[in-house]
């Protein structure tokens, strides 16, 4: 397309921007229209990308950063013919694919956008897989804005992108000068952007945004650049093309008052259609098309040495990546302690090492999913705590991803609150369509490793495994099962006077606490509850009919976690059994494990006294 | 202090950090090591603190970011003569003060470190208050580790004390090249820092990290540098002056193997005693010791227009910003949205526009608490999410802060997923002494807003309000008291059948459906749960006794929110009534808020159908 071309596709984004916002009276033109010529320029001259075929191994990747500049994609989408003029007026309203944020309901979209600073980190990580992975030749764009440069998931991935050396990668900065409520820190100090992101290793391009060939020029240099990512920074200005919103504060997120006469303003409706450039004949990579060998999980010995948990997580993720080829692993800086080094010992091609940027980290892993492989992210559980919003957006992503977070609860000792995962069950529980594990033994740790990687991507969704430090005793054999949403029943008894549930570390406890009350005459049945979301309703019922009182004994502060998972299955009106919450309810200070235990009032002493009060107050038979 | 007696100082505060991690068998001594030389410089020559008096409005601040090598800090208190051997031979035992990670519950220490990447924007924090609020001549010195460099929340940080202009604040990175596991990204590329930092718009001062000359240089240099913070990039070796250790990979967080030849090895123990150089005489700020005016916070006429309870919420910030000097505000350029800009109108100077970026808005907000001030900070329920570990760092700090977080769930409509709080009650109730409001009302809102500020910094701890985005009606009067904790029993009869519970939006859907299931023969009782955390139980409990059977309705996501607070209620052995949970169980896409209420089953008419369907499956009288 020539230059008049691409300013009069330019100009039919602004319009179709403005002409779904008004058909909505919601979302944000003023933001779409500045970035107008230079979707013109990527979808007319740049991109790749085979519409018909969405998961074609050769298409280029589009990631909307600025994700409130829907209109804008949804009007390349029109203009590329895939969605027509009804749909695209369509925006917004209930059961739209064309959501107010971009969403994977569309299939053209990969990941939700909308949180900002997001594209740049997961586009690292689709790059990534490019390179090293799929090694095929497509191009990762990221369209980001200038609000969202502050966001130091940003500079994360600015680091993890030069640093990988990611020449497919490039990012187009939008900058508008004005964010939300007002001008931006750098405003259009292009050199401002340009002088870091250059520190940082990139190559830099400072581009007027509005002018069509010196935009096609930087694209093509971008494309030609070699060994290091590239920043195409265009200096461009907000609600472009109509005097009464352009370069103008206030007019954020707003349709336009009077679209009628802008679109007018803008030369009015036009049907430019585009021919999106085709992809290059790529074949899918053998990783991930090579069928899955045999599955030899380590095996370990019930009642031999004591083995943790992160231990099984390394050897399983291991034997997982020499099964399937489409197995990758990822860990922020502590592979040591998570374990994941067992994994990148013997598959270095698959694991990657994402330093201490937990946002990075996860960002990399939603990425890497959208090209089909199947990514286990590990980390401290405490410290995934920081990617937070990267773990809810994965979830409006469909995306299928595990996370492991190790060095959970109190039990890890001395090294201190700030170590502690006391709030991720509840964290991850309360992500949408999640999935919790939390193992007490070696040969289920391995077995839970492995179910991690079942199923299709969506149907996974974010799945979290929750390990700890210290060595625990193997209580199952390595030919039990454990299935997602099941549990096991430890000790019962016609008698029980009530069931204690737990989970991890506090399995152990449960049983020497059941040990010790046996002796003293209170029998009581053992639930280990591994699978915290799903819940296994069925089992937590019978145990509240046969014993009538619910014990739950959790590492994790008393809020969002395994008490309120047991308290959960009795939300649906029935009849509810007694039900106590023993939970971390201090703040830990520095001790050893065990003494924390004692501290927190989950070690089996701790049980057994909880369980003789409520005897005591016959508040259990 | 001489050159002879910084290294002699350096060389003991090595030993002791030895001594310290053997005396334990746990933590980091190598990581000590490495920023001996530094600490003995900074303590010995540059820091002007008052070791009895922590609070002294003079006073130097020392974060210490590479909280891991919390020996050193122990070292350097024992060189300062604030404990004694004997303490710091107590290093991570049991019921110490010396915990693995520096808390504080060490009258030296400001905040909580071991997370690392966050010395730097909490430190940003405190300089911004010297600077903007106390005016007070102190200099912050963040000692920082190099991995942490790679922590997006440190440029967060660096552009925010760039663009505030903060030469008050010094950032000093002990560049040792080895992270946990392995070398880290730049190994002793100090120029890759530097050129980082200078670009962010920093001074930068790169220096041998053992040359005790040298640092002593840098550090006159980062005191006289004016109009901007200065980074003093030092090289170091990790594990300094042990052969067996120094520079060697795999001794991270170990006590050395044979303590007592590497106590040798560095000429043994000593015992130099360091004067701390004292603060200038500086005076409180005026806006700490001035007593509070009258508060008149904004009336809204019951039952009279409309009133989104952001709205409320600005309005009564800015009212308490005029009663109270020592109230700031901070936003994440989202003022426009949460209504903080009504504050930032009324009170400019006591306004911090922190951008988008999230982490540097809660640690800014951490940092100005440890100088008397009570935080303010807002941004999108959903992007407070993106702070998490800061938020749990806060609750280990001892922090009083109070953030808002707007747009919560579903009901704000047509954005989308991206954009709604639909985890946030969870993650909040899951903080340790943790305080969660959430009202459904303006002149509620107006109230809670006081009550957060009430109470001294350390029982305040981490206070969440949500808010919501559309206007609600005024179902309270102005006078009407909210106490933190409590409830609104807004419907009762004798003949209940059951009672909703509810907060916020929920809140007047649950009195429609209360009006509407009233016509038809079923009276219920209501209840509005403004005090998510702490609950009121004894209110809970009653609607119990008296109806049987509870229904939570609520905005958020049914894990670890309104249905959980009131299932704790009941997870203390005694009987529990029935209990029924409405909240947002699917993946909403983009509709009016009235529509996304009905799609999640928390509107009125879904209200009806289940208290309708629980009546028919005669679960309730």
């Known amino acids: 397309m020539d230059r008049e071309q691409l300013s009069e596709l330019g100009q039919q984004l602004r319009v179709d921007a403005v002409r779904a916002a008004d058909a909505a009276q919601s979302g944000h033109p003023t933001s779409s229209m500045s970035a107008a010529d230079l979707a013109a320029v990527l979808l007319g001259g740049h991109l790749r990308y085979d519409f018909d075929q969405p998961g074609h191994p050769g298409n280029d990747r589009l990631i909307l950063s600025k994700g409130h500049a829907s209109p804008l994609l949804y009007a390349m989408y029109r203009a590329a013919g895939v969605i027509d003029d009804e749909e695209l007026l369509t925006y917004r309203r209930r059961g739209s694919r064309l959501e ?77 000068r004005l964010g939300q409520r007002g001008p931006t820190r750098h405003e259009w100090d292009l050199g401002a952007y340009s002088r870091r992101l250059h520190a940082f290793g990139w190559h830099t391009i400072e581009v007027d945004g509005h ?30 093309g109509v005097a009464a919103v352009e370069d103008k504060e206030g007019m954020h997120g707003k349709p336009l008052k009077d679209a009628e006469s802008a679109i007018q303003e803008l ?30 999980l380590p095996r370990y010995e019930k009642g031999g040495d004591e083995v943790a948990t992160r231990n099984a997580y390394g050897e399983a993720l291991a034997a997982l990546g020499s099964a399937r080829g489409d197995v990758v692993a990822l860990d922020g800086e502590v592979s040591d302690s998570t374990r994941s080094q067992f994994f990148a010992k013997e598959h270095p091609d698959r694991f990657f090492e994402c330093y201490i940027a937990e946002q990075q980290l996860v960002a990399a892993a939603v990425g890497m999913q959208t090209r089909g492989y199947v990514p286990y992210a590990s980390s401290f559980a405490a410290f995934l705590s920081r990617a937070h919003d990267f773990v809810r957006m994965a979830a409006v992503s469909r995306a299928g991803i595990n996370l492991a977070g190790s060095h959970a609860g109190v039990a890890i000792g001395e090294d201190g609150p700030s170590q502690m995962g006391l709030e991720d069950l509840a964290l991850f529980r309360a992500v949408h369509g999640s999935t919790v594990l939390y193992p007490c033994d070696a040969n289920q740790t391995a077995r839970l490793v492995a179910a991690m990687a079942e199923g ?67 029998p009581v049945r053992v639930v280990d509850l591994y699978s915290v979301k799903p819940v296994d309703e069925p089992a937590v019922q019978e145990a509240a009919e046969r014993t009538g009182c619910l014990v739950t004994v959790e590492d994790h502060h008393p809020e969002g976690g395994l008490g309120d998972a047991v308290a959960e299955v009795f939300s649906d009106g029935r009849p509810a059994p007694r039900l106590v919450r023993l939970a971390v309810g201090n703040m830990p200070g520095s001790a050893t494990g065990q003494e924390q235990l004692g501290a927190a009032g989950i070690d089996a002493d701790s049980i057994v006294a909880a369980v003789q009060l409520l005897a005591e107050k016959v508040l259990v038979r």
């Open 267 to 296: 030369g009015g409706p036009r049907f430019v259609q585009v021919e999106v450039a085709k992809p290059a004949a790529v074949r899918a990579s053998d990783l991930l098309t090579a069928r899955p060998g045999e599955l030899r």
């Open 456 to 522: 299709d991507a969506r149907s996974r969704g974010v799945r979290y495994l929750r390990t700890s430090r210290s060595a625990m005793p193997v209580i199952y054999g390595p030919d039990e099962e454990f299935p997602v949403g099941g549990s096991k029943l430890l000790r019962s008894g016609d008698d029980d006077v009530l069931t204690l549930i737990a989970a991890g570390v506090t399995v152990h406890e449960a049983l020497r606490a059941a040990d010790l009350l046996a002796r003293d005459g209170v």
């Open 100 to 176: 107010g944020h971009p969403t994977p309901r569309l299939p053209w979209v990969d990941v939700a956008t909308g949180s900002l600073g997001q594209g740049l980190p997961v586009g690292v990580g689709v790059a990534l897989a490019g390179k090293r992975l799929d090694r095929a030749p497509y191009r990762v764009w990221v369209l980001s804005g200038d609000s969202e440069m502050a966001e130091g998931s940003v500079w994360e991935a600015a680091e993890h992108a030069a640093h990988e050396h990611l020449d497919n990668l490039t990012l187009v900065i939008d900058v508008n």
């Open 211 to 240: 002018d069509v060939e010196a935009v096609n020029t930087a694209f093509d240099e971008a494309r030609s650049t070699t060994g290091r990512p590239t920043a195409v920074i265009a200096r461009t200005r907000k609600g472009r």
